[in-house]
Structures are given as C-alpha cells and as structure tokens.
C-alpha cells in the first residue's frame, strides 16, 4: 500500500475548521511564549496576530496585549488596552486591569486618577491583595501630602533673626555636631517662634541625634 498517498487522502478530509482550530491555538502558544521570555516588543506582534489573522478578541487578549505595551514602554496603549479588559465579565481579570491602570497613572503622577482606579479593582474583586496593598499606600500617601502641604501653608516666615541661628545650625552639622545644632535650634525657637519655619530640618537633627545615641 502506497502510505504517502493514503496519508494525503486522510489529510484532506479534515474540515477546514479543524485546521483553523489548529493554528490559533500555536498562534495563542506562540504569543504566550514570547511573553513568558520576556520578549515583549515580539509579545505583541504575535498577540496581534490573532487579532489580524484569526480575528480573535476576548479580554484576555486585551489584558496580555496591556502587559506586553506596558513591559515594551508603550504606556498609552497600555492603558487603552487595559480599559477594555476592565470591562470583562471575568471580575477576577477586570480587576487586574484596573489594577494595572492604576499603575500605569501612577508612574505618571496622576494619583487621585490611579487612586480611583485601584478602588474599582477592589470593587471588582475585594480579594485582589495588590490592588488593595496599592490603595491603601497610595491613600495614605497622599492623605500624608496633603498635611505637609497644609503645614507648609502654615508655617511662618522666618526672620532674619531665625535665618542667622539656622545658618550657624547648618555650620554645626557640616562638623557633624548634629546634638549641638539642635540645641541651637530649640533655645533660639524659645526666643523665636519664627523659627518653626525650620521644623522639618529639626525634626531631622531629632532623629539623627536619637540614633547616634543609642
């Protein structure tokens, strides 16, 4: 029996589905495998494929084409990506996506948008740690920004009696006498209240001085 012949007559009567079928799925792996090695910029042509080729959506898709971009730098399509993957059914994977966006705004100093974003992921899956770690630090931070900036706002201006004892203070610390720069400093706040202006720089001589002496 000729085999090579029979094995081209079975071949051919597989469905073209099947063949379809296929060839997503090493194009999925292939894709899958790019980013696992870090291959990000290659991650993404593949993803893109079975979009272009195989016209394959899902949020999946979304999401890993949003790690890829955002791995490859590629932030603003990055996040677009992640938007769309928001959306999914799937709230364990939607809110990944919020999660990431999250991220992606705070890497660009836009806080009260990423904080809003990592609040959706905990409101898409109250058990996602990361989002809730990245809520919480992030709230607290800038709860904490807040009160410097009121502090500031709040703080007098020094004379010029104060600004004289906070250069001799500055002297001091140049010779490393952080003790003596801070007594200099509370005696002239007794005199002073001006001085207050400088309460960040004392509270750091605080500290110094507590470490060198323990």
């Known amino acids: 029996m000729n085999w090579s012949k029979l094995t081209l007559a079975v071949f051919l009567l597989i469905p073209a589905s099947w063949t379809r079928v296929s060839r997503l799925n090493s194009a999925i792996d292939l894709a899958g495998e790019s980013y696992a090695k870090a291959e990000y910029e290659q991650s993404i042509t593949n993803h893109q494929v079975l979009i272009d080729e ?97 502090e500031d706002q709040n703080k007098p201006e020094p004379s010029e009696f104060a600004k004289r004892k906070k250069a001799e203070a500055d002297r001091l610390v140049e010779q490393f006498r952080f003790k003596d720069a801070l007594n200099l400093m509370n005696e002239a706040r007794l005199q002073d209240e001006t001085v207050d202006a400088y309460q960040d720089f004392m509270t750091s001589l605080q500290e110094i001085t507590e470490i060198d002496e323990k």
């Not at 990423?114 to 630090?137: C, G, H, M, T």
């Open 54 to 150: 195989f016209g394959y959506t899902s949020p999946e898709l979304d999401y890993n084409l949003g790690l890829s971009n955002q791995f490859a730098e590629k932030v603003e399509e990055a996040a677009g990506y992640y938007d769309k993957a928001s959306i999914a059914p799937n709230k364990m994977l939607a809110s990944f996506a919020y999660n990431q966006g999250g991220v992606l705004l705070g890497d660009k100093k836009e806080y009260e948008p990423a904080l809003s974003k990592f609040k959706s992921a905990l409101i898409q899956d109250p058990n996602n740690e990361v989002a809730r770690y990245n809520y919480e630090l992030l709230a607290r931070w800038l709860q904490r920004d807040e009160e410097r900036k009121n």
